[in-house]
């Protein structure tokens, strides 16, 4: 009788451990343990600039910045790098506090579309009231567009 017991214990448990697999197989084929799934794009660390939007694609990157300074600005470069290229742009652009800026940098090696990239991103400026150089520096987390 404890024999018995002890078999339909096993059995139970083990139809239940059976069960759990094929849901977790299952659940991972639909990429729902897949982070770059569930990753929104987003820029943080950045205290110049405010990044309004930005994208990456085959033909480069692009950026819309809020200037944040309270004083105006000449954006003289922008740099990224990520895990299989970079790109970098040298800019010129005057921008006042407050002014919204659209760049365009040229990028190498970037990933298929859909691939998710982290960019460690500079942005090189000089303030123009004071005449000194600055870099700010940034991450933008999203996929290949």
Same mark, same amino acid.
């Given at each position: ?5 002890? $078999?339909? /214990? !096993?059995?139970? /448990?083990?139809?239940?451990? %059976?069960?759990?697999?094929?849901? +977790? ?10 982070? @770059?799934?569930? %990753?929104?794009?987003?820029? *943080? ?7 309004? &939007? ?5 033909? #480069?990157?692009? =950026? $819309? ?6 004083? +105006? $600005?000449?954006?003289?470069? $922008? ?8 790109? @970098? +742009?040298?800019? #010129? *652009?005057?921008? !006042? ?18 691939? !998710? ?11 123009? &009231?004071?005449? !000194?150089?600055? *870099? &700010? /520096?940034?991450? =933008? ?5």
């Amino acid at each position: 009788m404890k024999g018995q017991a002890a $078999v339909e /214990y !096993l059995m139970t /448990y083990g139809w239940m451990i %059976v069960a759990v697999i094929v849901i +977790s197989a299952a659940l991972y084929s639909l990429g729902v343990f897949n982070p @770059s799934t569930w %990753v929104q794009k987003n820029a *943080r660390g950045f205290s110049a600039f405010e990044v309004k &939007d930005w994208s990456i694609t085959q033909s #480069g990157l692009n =950026l $819309v910045l809020g200037v944040k300074t309270t004083s +105006s $600005v000449n954006i003289t470069s $922008v740099e990224a790098n990520f895990e299989t290229g970079s790109c @970098s +742009s040298s800019v #010129g *652009r005057k921008a !006042l506090p407050g002014e919204t800026v659209s760049l365009q940098v040229s990028c190498t090696n970037v990933p298929s579309a859909g691939t !998710l990239v982290n960019l460690n991103t500079t942005i090189s400026f000089v303030n123009l &009231d004071s005449g !000194l150089s600055h *870099r &700010d /520096y940034g991450i =933008l987390t999203g996929k290949v567009e």
